[in-house]
């Protein structure tokens, strides 16, 4: 069983930056791959970027490629997602989640997730 735990959410203007942290709990976190996803309003939840469990080979969105960066410290149980050049159609609840041993942008192959942090970018 893992547990996550977002934070680091906001309300931001465009062009700001802020850094999501997911902490998890549990056993085995360097087993897991990671991801982050968002779900704007009335929209479906979609893919915003995956790190796999030894933390190589980083994916992006491309609506976010070049501004987003994901990175994990499995000695601290946490992956980060530092948002740069944020605009206003980043604003959605980011969710993070975990794949045992998998690192996939389809959300079907993760097993847990997190109760998502809201990020707000006015323009």
């Known amino acids: 069983q893992v547990q996550l735990v977002e934070s680091g959410g906001g309300l931001v203007q465009a062009g700001d930056s802020l850094r999501l942290s997911c902490a998890a709990s549990?056993?085995?976190?360097?087993?897991?791959?990671m991801g982050w996803f968002r779900q704007a309003p009335g929209k479906e939840r979609e893919f915003v970027a995956r790190?796999?469990?030894?933390?190589?080979?980083?994916i992006y969105a491309d609506s976010v490629k070049g501004r987003f960066t994901i990175s994990r410290d499995n000695a601290k149980n946490t992956v980060y997602l530092q948002m740069n050049s944020l605009k206003s159609e980043d604003t959605a609840v980011y969710y993070c989640?975990?794949?045992?041993?998998?690192?996939?942008?389809?959300?079907?192959?993760?097993?847990?997730w997190g109760q998502g942090t809201q990020v707000t970018v006015s323009s």
């Open positions: 989640a975990a794949a045992y041993q998998s690192s996939s942008s389809r959300e079907r192959y993760y097993d847990y």
């Open positions: 549990g056993r085995s976190f360097s087993s897991y791959g």
């Open positions: 790190i796999s469990w030894i933390g190589v080979s980083p």
